[in-house]
């Protein structure tokens, strides 16, 4: 259980999440507390949230630091408190369009964004949840190691498989909102709204590559693994390469 300390208001607009502060074993009072969203429902909902976060643990789903029932006229409520965001990929877009879109291409900061919505709704499908209401409310930005990140909070169980596809249907309708619309970018959102493009083929889609992606041949072969300009430059020019590294390490360069 966790005692939660809500702050301030709504930090974002017609959602109740709060800025608070989430504290948990048995001297509470005394010691610091962890800056922390917190969610409020009415009913049991928190609970079944937490539930839910604690039953996977990956880099892109949000984990949750507890939850915990209103006291005196606010007890019909729960919450929930998640490590601090202050964005949802909601307000991330229209408000950041220049870190999504660049000389009409998606930038790499974006590209990221999306591989780690699909990794993680990838986890989600593989533990048996899914996200029907798939929306940028539910996915929380936050700054980590100083590039953004991305984590799905809010899910639940699947009832078949048919709610796993529409994951990527929805996924789909949600990149429209970068107000993209070149060839390759309605390409896109139409193979995923059609139910043509799923998992992680979705990354190879042309509007979701980078120069270095599109000049560097990969290997889906043996686990999949992407290989990057250096080693394209050894495997093409194996000398060139040898006599490059040879000089850097004699001129004590960095590269």
């Known amino acids: 259980m966790v005692k939660c300390r809500i702050a301030t208001c709504p930090i974002l607009e017609g959602q109740k999440y709060f800025v608070g502060e989430a504290k948990s074993g048995g001297e509470m009072e005394r010691l610091p507390g962890v800056k922390a969203t917190v969610f409020c429902f009415e009913g049991d909902t928190a609970k079944t949230a937490h539930d839910h976060l604690n039953c996977l643990s990956h880099p892109y789903v949000i ?42 291409r998606l930038t790499v ?43 799905i909070w809010n899910f639940e169980k699947c009832k078949s ?5 529409q994951d990527w249907k929805n996924l789909g309708t949600l990149l429209k909102l970068t107000g993209l619309w070149t060839p390759e970018a309605r390409d896109l959102y139409t193979s995923l709204s059609s139910g ?33 300009l250096e080693w394209y430059m050894r495997k093409a020019w194996a000398e060139a390469f040898l006599k490059l590294q040879n000089f850097v390490r004699e001129s004590k360069l960095t590269y």
């Open 196 to 228: 043509n493009l799923k998992g992680m083929d979705i990354l190879d889609h042309s509007a979701l590559l980078t120069l270095i992606k599109r000049i560097t041949p990969h290997d889906r072969l043996q686990g999949e693994k992407e290989v990057d």
């Open 161 to 165: 498989d048919d709610d796993k596809d």
């Open 109 to 151: 900061e974006f590209i990221d964004i999306v591989g780690q919505i699909v990794r993680a709704m990838i986890a989600l499908h593989n533990a048996g949840f899914c996200c029907s209401n798939l929306k940028g409310e539910n996915i929380a930005v936050m700054k980590q190691h100083n590039s953004m990140c991305a984590k």
């Open 63 to 104: 984990r949750s630091l507890g939850y915990g029932r209103g006291l005196g006229k606010h007890s019909r409520y729960t919450f929930l408190a998640v490590p601090f965001f202050d964005t949802t990929l909601a307000e991330y877009l229209p408000k950041e369009r220049s870190l999504c879109i660049h000389m009409d």
